[in-house]
């Protein structure tokens, strides 16, 4: 770490709306309660489907189950830890790091929807959203522009935040930081010569 970099230890955790999780956890709860109570009717000996047609219901009901668990646990809370380093991202079975060193700009995003950001992405020119970090319900967040993997092309990822202007304060912080050392590093090197 830079030596004039104080220590910096940021942590948010980003959690979808109780709205959402409700309403997840009562879908989940309906898909199971009917493939349960259909299942111990089977069982019992007085099957309400049989044949083909359980086949189709239990891999139905089965499977809407099984994606709505998945979205639950993928989808819905999302941690950020900004530190000297960067910003480590942690959603679900997902995680990324994004080194101070990449990171260009951060801003602020406009606070809409994941599907109308995705969906105007789609058909804008210009710069574009290459990694969207978000948690369904929660529409604000920061945009980071960032160097590619070949230092060359940049990159636009969107990070959703419950509270995004002070995750874009924190951010610009170690920036500035960071940039700062660099030029410290360069005015020492050049005093040497």
Known sequence: MPMNVQPLNYFQQVKASGRTIAFLGLLLGLTAGVFTGVGIKHLVGDPLVSGLESLLFYGAFGGSSLITLFVMLNYLMMSL???????????????????????????????????????????????????????????????????????????????????????CEKLQLVISHFHGDEELEDRSVSDQV
Do not use: Y
């Open 81 to 167: 830890r900004v530190s000297g380093e960067g910003i480590a991202i942690q959603r679900g079975m997902k995680s990324a790091m994004l080194n101070v060193d990449v990171i260009l700009t951060v801003r602020v995003a406009e606070t809409r929807s994941r599907m109308s950001r995705a969906a105007s992405e789609a058909t804008k020119s210009g710069r574009q959203v290459s990694q969207m970090w978000s948690v369904m319900g929660i529409g604000s967040g920061v945009e980071i522009d960032l160097l590619g993997s070949d230092n060359q092309e940049i990159q636009t990822w969107f990070i959703s935040s419950n509270d995004p202007s002070d995750l």
